[in-house]
T-cell receptor, first 112, second 116 residues
């Protein structure tokens, strides 16, 4: 059983469309991070959310942490081909020390 | 400042051979991690270290060994390679001094390993 469930697993959209990616769990996380991974490279941190209900914006990307700190979403406005990549959510459990739990990722393709 | 570096970038092994994947970070991070990523999947933790001389198993440690003799280096050893170890291996590091208990991780570029 995957502790962090991401949906959808695959998403293919046209340039200019909006999209939302979800990261859900039955566990409470002390913090949650979103990473983007491009082909042939390692994941790169986009954002960390730590407070229930927190919303952070990074240009056209909006990240939200659920009030109960069990889920998160990533919304992209007016997607561009440069947004193409694998989006991974990762959470820090209070009982797991320095280990992160990763979701299986959402593969996003933005077509020009 | 190179961040996290990994060598080699690519490697093909025959079944039963051994090899060491190298990982070095120059950020003085105390925590280091090894993950494997299979096609279309997320990251599975193999081993991690909270400081020099201290290592612990992750989710999928079988077939692997690690050591942490210095803060900078965290090599991953594969003994008796098997086809099931074909994967992309990522090393990562973090510091609780910098990121507190969020443990935001910095990743290397990966090593693509094929065992045939």
């Amino acid at each position: 059983t995957q502790l962090l469930e991401q949906s959808p697993q695959f998403l293919s959209i046209q340039e200019g469309e909006n999209l939302t990616v979800y990261c859900n769990s039955s566990s409470v996380f002390s913090s949650l991070q979103w990473y983007r991974q491009e082909p042939g490279e390692g994941p790169v941190l986009l954002v960390t959310v730590v407070t229930g209900g927190e919303v952070k914006k990074l240009k056209r990307l909006t990240f939200q942490f659920g009030d109960a700190r069990k889920d998160s979403s990533l919304h992209i406005t007016a997607a561009q081909p440069g947004d193409t990549g694998l989006y991974l959510c990762a959470g820090a459990l209070e009982t797991s020390g320095s280990r992160l739990t990763f979701g299986e990722g959402t593969q996003l393709t933005v077509n020009p | 400042n190179a961040g996290v570096t990994q060598t080699p970038k690519f490697r093909i092994l025959k079944i039963g051979q051994s090899m060491t994947l190298q990982c070095t970070q120059d950020m003085n991070h105390n925590y280091m991690y090894w993950y494997r990523q299979d096609p279309g999947m997320g990251l599975k933790l193999i081993y991690y270290s909270v400081g020099a001389g201290i290592t612990d198993k992750g989710e999928v440690p079988n077939g692997y060994n690690v050591s942490r003799s210095t803060t900078e280096d965290f090599p991953l050893r594969l003994e008796l390679a098997a086809p099931s170890q074909t994967s992309v291996y990522f090393c990562a590091s973090t510091s609780n001094v910098v990121s507190g208990t969020s443990y935001e991780q910095y990743f290397g570029p990966g090593t693509r390993l094929t065992v045939t």
